[in-house]
């Protein structure tokens, strides 16, 4: 009776170290997990800092060109504005 009893007590304690063994290793898993998405968290974050406003001067510089040459040959040609409405 004393050995089935002392055979008990080691199995419960064999399960007991296995569950804690394995509550042990999905801790671990959850911290590798949580770790790995701070990471990723992080490079986005420094992703999104180090995005840099430019401005192509030379385009712009085309650009308003363009824009006033279309202005003064589409508004600006022939006479006051005043004239097309007969004033």
């Known amino acids: 009776m004393a050995e089935a009893q002392e055979l008990g007590e080691q199995a419960r304690m064999k399960r007991a170290e296995e569950g804690r063994k394995a509550e042990e290793a999905r801790e671990e898993e959850e911290r590798k997990v949580e770790e790995a998405r701070e990471e990723a968290r992080q490079a986005a974050i420094a992703e999104v ?38 004033f």
């Open 49 to 86: 800092n180090n995005v840099q406003n430019t401005v192509d001067l030379d385009e712009t510089r085309e650009l308003m060109k363009q824009y006033e040459n279309e202005f003064n040959d589409n508004y600006s040609a022939g006479a006051s504005p005043s004239s097309d409405f007969g």
